[in-house]
Each structure stands twice: as C-alpha cells, then as structure tokens.
C-alpha cells in the first residue's frame, strides 16, 4: 500500500501510540483487500460502548482532539435504568464513565444517535465516511450517496482515530453499482406504512447473497425519506445488503441503467403479495397476544414519528412500559412541542439508546427479573433483534397496532390484505 509521508510518521509511532496502533490496523486490512493507498475521511462515526473496554484504552492513547468531526452510535444510558429502577443497571456505569471521560476530551461529539443526518450532520454525495453500525451504513450509502465500505466497529474507530481509511470496497465507483434487482409484482403501494415499507426490506435482505449492492424498481419516484429510509434499514438485518439504489429516488439512480451501471442485473428477485404477507407473519414471533413493552425508534425515531406517536396516546394511561430510541437533541424538539410531556404521561420513556439491541426493557443482564417477555415494533429491525438478542417474543404492525398494544397490553395487529 502507498502511503504519504505523513501516514509513514503516524505508522512509524510519531503521534501517539493510539494513532500508530489505529494506522497499522488499518494498514493490514487494506493489504489484505488490496487497497492501493488511504484516503482521508469526511468524517467519522463511532460507538464507544460497543467497543470493548481494553480496546478503547489501546486506540484512543494519547489521541488529542482531532481535526475531523466525530460523531457517535447510540449509546448506553445505565444512569437513566438506574432511576426506573432495572435491577442490573450499576454494572454497566464504571466502564461507561471511563469511555465517555477519555471521548469528551478528544473533543468528539455525543450524538449518540444512529441517525446523525437528523442532526443536520448529513453527508454529501461522495464523501468518505467510516461508520459501524449496519443501518448507518446502508442510510449513508443509499440514502445520501456517501462512501462508506462494510467494516465492524473498531475498524471504524480506528479510522476516525486517525482520519484515514483504506481505498477499497463500496469507496471504488466500480462496487457500487447494482448486482441484483428487485421488481415489484402486482404491489399497490398507494396506502403502505412505514412498516410496509420495512416487511420489504427485511424480504429483500433475506434474498440478496453477500453484500452486492441492489437496486428496487417500481416504487413511485421521489419517495418520500422516511418511507426509503424504512426500506433500506431493514436489508442488513436479515442479509449483508451495504447498499440500495431506490431507482427514480436514490442520488446514484435516476434510472435503472445508472443503478446497473449499464449492466444485466446478476439476479432478479419478485416480490408479490405471497412474499410480503410470508414475511409479515415471520416476524410475528408469539405464541399469545400479551404485551408487556413496546419498542418505536428503530433507527432513531424522527420528530414526525414522535408526533404521531403523541396523538395516539394523547390523554390515555399505558399498560406496558414504553421506549422511543432517539437522539436527545430530536427529543428536545419533541419537548418544545408538548409531547414528549404527553408520552411521559402516559407511561413513555426516551433514551438515545438502540431501541432494538440495547433496549433496557427487554435485556435480561440489564433489567434481571423485570425483563419484559415480550414487545411489540413497528420495526423489521427492531423485531428481529429484540426476538434475537433479548430472546423475546416480538409482535409486529403498524404505529397505530403498537400504540394500542401499549394502552390495551394486548395485541390486536392484523396481517395486511396485500
């Protein structure tokens, strides 16, 4: 690999052990993939409490402030559990004030947040930005036309450690385009809902081999985010999709020629009313219609969702305890606007954790005996964890069926007359 004179001094140790550790790894990932050179970063996105603790301590020594920005993964709250009384909360402080002590003084930004371009902190097409986290992964990507390659979390915090990262994988305009096409087969789309559009999503993933990018056709033009946003998440969690082009939508496919890159797709898959309603009812984990919790904000919830949300419960007292994963400056707006008081009201907690696989309320090392046993999402991808991770049993629906579920502790969802 070609390095500049300045990549040789932070290899050869001339900075800090924590840059020469981040930089030899990086080096050795981008021989081993045949990267040529490192490119700079845009910036940088990282999830200090996923990375484990000795870790840490060995990438970030004797690291001052960066002169990139740094954003961070939804993190842990053991404070926050401490207060609503989950028994197994004083475990996870310690080390999570040891991380945040040494990531405040790198002078790093504690987004915590899983959704930074609700922030504000979007990319533009082409930049370069290293993140873990498979859902910030195919968001950027897709949603944005940022670089951002398939890479786990400490190779993501070693590139934001030194502001480098190998030239390789989805960084290389000949990986990005389309291998596999998705049609839509006699779908009417006209009345679908966020969790419409996450059904498809998580089918999509299950089908696409590998991590080649794939492209959706069919869809009506210009969709609006939140509805790609929804499609888009969900293929990484029951496959390795990295990138969606959502032709007539995404920035890199005005039209499906752009998305294939003038190609025949390696793959065509189908998508009829037999799939979805398949997939639906797969992610209908249960056996009975009790819930105990109900999860929204998988990714973190936008302030239109926190809306909706508000007026469906305006008024009424929940029967199940309640998360919504979002990021606290999006939770401040939500304040201002009066609901995050109401959702409070009625029973409803906010936390800037991922509401799927650090959910305080279905973790047994985090709550002990008061783990809810089950939970009900309006989110693929908040379904599938909850039911892996937490092993929980997981009902799946629209807003409407989990706001209910909350107020009633019972499910009423219905699978959809596709």
Same mark, same amino acid.
């Given at each position: 690999? #070609? #390095? ?24 050795? #990932? ?281 007026? #469906? ?106």
């Amino acid at each position: 690999m #070609l #390095l500049t004179d300045e990549e040789k001094r932070m290899l050869a140790g001339e900075q800090c052990p924590g840059i020469q550790r981040a930089m030899d790894l990086l080096v050795k #990932l981008g021989d081993s993939f045949g990267a040529e050179k490192m490119v700079p970063i845009t910036y940088g996105h990282i999830s200090y409490d996923f990375t484990p603790e000795k870790f840490w301590d060995l990438i970030t020594e004797g690291v001052d402030q960066t002169p990139h920005r740094v954003t961070t993964h939804p993190s842990f709250s053991p404070e926050l559990w401490k207060e609503q009384g989950l028994s197994l909360a004083d475990r996870w402080i310690g080390e999570h004030e040891r991380k945040l002590k040494r990531f405040m003084k790198m002078g790093w930004l504690r987004t915590e947040t899983c959704a930074e371009y609700l922030l504000g902190i979007a990319p533009r097409k082409g930049d370069v930005v290293p993140m873990g986290g498979s859902c910030m992964q195919v968001a950027n990507n897709s949603l944005f036309g940022a670089r951002v390659d398939r890479m786990g979390i400490l190779v993501s915090l070693a590139a934001a450690v030194c502001g480098r990262t190998p030239l390789m994988g989805l960084l290389l305009n000949e990986n990005r385009y389309a291998r596999h096409l998705v049609v839509l087969e006699d779908l009417d789309v006209s009345n679908w809902t966020l969790s419409h559009y996450h059904c498809l999503g998580y089918y999509i993933g299950d089908q696409v081999p590998g991590f080649k990018p794939v492209a959706v056709s069919g869809l009506p033009p210009n969709l609006p985010f939140d509805y790609a946003r929804a499609l888009v998440i969900s293929m990484p969690t029951s496959g390795s999709v990295t990138l969606c082009h959502i032709v007539g939508t995404t920035p890199e496919a005005p039209t499906l020629e752009a998305a294939l890159g003038g190609k025949k797709p390696e793959q065509i898959i189908r998508v009829g009313k037999r799939e979805m309603a398949k997939t639906w009812k797969r992610l209908n984990v249960r056996d009975d219609d009790r819930v105990e919790h109900v999860a929204f904000g998988c990714p973190h919830a936008t302030i239109d969702e926190i809306g909706r949300i508000a007026k #469906l419960i305006d008024g009424k007292k929940i029967k199940t305890t309640l998360l919504i994963g979002a990021s606290a400056p999006v939770e401040a707006l939500a304040r201002r606007q009066g609901w995050a008081a109401g959702i409070e009201k009625a029973g409803g907690h906010f936390e800037p954790v991922c509401a799927s696989i650090t959910n305080p309320f279905t973790r047994p090392d985090i709550a002990g005996d008061r783990q809810a046993k089950s939970a009900a999402t309006d989110s693929a991808r908040c379904a599938h964890y909850l039911s892996t991770v937490s092993g929980v049993k997981v009902f799946f629906g629209t807003e409407e069926e989990c706001a209910e579920a909350a107020v009633t502790g019972r499910w009423q969802g219905r699978i959809p007359r596709w």
